[in-house]
Nanobody
Framework: VQLQASGGGLVQAGGSLRLSCLAS????????VGWFRQAPGKEREFVAA????????SYADSVKGRFTISRDNAKNAVYLQMNSLKPEDTAVYSC???????????????WGQGTQVTVSS
């Protein structure tokens, strides 16, 4: 399964973006999908994850109440709706497959190419 993240861009603080993670090559139903981000000079950090059915989600404390993860298995897609964006949300956002809801990058595979999100103050 190949994953591709898209939907990033430049937005002012307080604005919104919707990221998409599309799978190709094989369906990714049955897998947890996680979103991670990495800012320059920093380690990759967990943002959100969603179970294969979509019934369970997990969020980093820094994005709770602002970001919403969802999925449409029929479209092989996972989305990350980001509202009330802050300059500290600036990073490259990537999606990956996991076997369970987890915040540890090493538990995920099939990392897709990321998409840049830049939030100006």
């Amino acid at each position: 399964v190949q994953l591709q993240a898209s939907g990033g861009g430049l937005v002012q603080a307080g604005g919104s973006l919707r990221l998409s993670c599309l799978a190709s090559g094989r369906t990714f139903s049955g897998y947890t999908v996680g979103w991670f981000r990495q800012a320059p000079g920093k380690e990759r950090e967990f943002v959100a994850a969603i179970s294969w059915s979509g019934s369970s989600t997990s969020y980093a404390d820094s994005v709770k109440g602002r970001f919403t993860i969802s999925r449409d298995n029929a479209k092989n897609a996972v989305y990350l709706q980001m509202n009330s964006l802050k300059p500290e949300d600036t990073a490259v956002y990537s999606c990956a497959l996991g076997a369970q809801l987890a915040a540890v990058p090493s538990l995920y595979t099939n990392w897709g190419q990321g998409t840049q999100v830049t939030v100006s103050s």
